[in-house]
């Protein structure tokens, strides 16, 4: 079975400043990979997916992610972050298609919160 | 607008008393799915269906059932509800299709069982 490992449970970072939020996976066949964003009181939203191709993916609100199978992760990066990206963050992982309950299930890690301060 | 909607989305009650928790989607789509969020723990997998009439368990199902009469609407069940329920419970729904498995999440449901 797939499993997903975030290391931070919290991330206090400075506005303007970088932002780097960890994501490790297990799995031992190939997977998708995502991460969604939670802000306060609201559900969650998609902020990237990485299927297949190239292994940066580019997600919105200004957020990226790299694909790196020979470590097993995908974490989440911006390169300067404002106070509106409070809120904590999922990375989840799903069979890639065609496997048995592939595509669809999601595993989710146990989360990152952001808290960008002045 | 394309989304998913759940009601209640705030609900109290006692240990024992029935509830049910709505889960609609306007989107066609054949996957829906249950999970529920605990601080510390993330989102974990309650019940899913991946179509009409097709329903499996997910990582946490004891205590819970679905049913999934329509292809828009998959219910979630507390028989007997106890403290331990006490949760933020999200639907989501997508469409089964290769290369596209972006899940749609409802709003949530904070439940409290007292």
């Known amino acids: 079975a797939q499993s997903v490992t975030q290391l931070d449970s919290q991330v206090p970072v400075f506005e303007e400043a970088p932002v780097e939020l960890r994501c490790n996976y297990s799995?031992?066949?190939?997977?998708?990979l995502f991460w969604y964003v939670q802000y306060p009181n609201q559900g969650l939203q998609l902020l990237l997916k990485y299927l297949s191709g190239s292994t940066l993916v580019k997600g919105i609100n200004g957020f990226e992610a790299e694909f790196n199978k020979s470590q097993t992760s995908f974490h989440l990066r911006k390169p300067s972050v404002h106070i509106s990206d409070t809120a904590e963050y999922f990375c989840?992982?799903?069979?890639?298609?065609?496997?048995?309950?592939?595509?669809?299930?999601?595993?989710f890690g146990t989360g990152t919160q952001l808290k960008v301060e002045l | 607008e394309a989304q998913v909607t759940q009601n209640p989305r705030y609900l109290i009650t006692v240990t024992g008393k029935k509830l049910t928790v709505t889960c609609s989607q306007n989107?066609?789509?054949?996957?829906m799915s249950w999970y529920r969020q605990d601080p510390g723990l993330g989102l974990r997998q309650i019940y899913y269906s991946m179509n009409v009439e097709v329903t499996d368990k997910g990582d946490v199902p004891e205590g819970y059932k679905v049913s999934r009469k329509e292809k828009r609407n998959f219910p979630l069940i507390l028989e007997s509800p106890s403290p331990n329920q006490t949760s933020l419970y999200f639907c989501?729904?997508?469409?089964?299709?290769?290369?596209?498995?972006?899940?749609?999440f409802g709003p949530g449901t904070r439940l409290t069982v007292l």
């Open positions: 799995s031992s066949v190939s997977v998708y």
């Open positions: 989501a729904s997508s469409i089964r299709d290769r290369g596209h498995n972006e899940q749609f």
């Open positions: 989840a992982v799903t069979l890639s298609w065609g496997l048995t309950g592939g595509g669809n299930k999601l595993t």
């Open positions: 989107m066609n789509h054949e996957y």
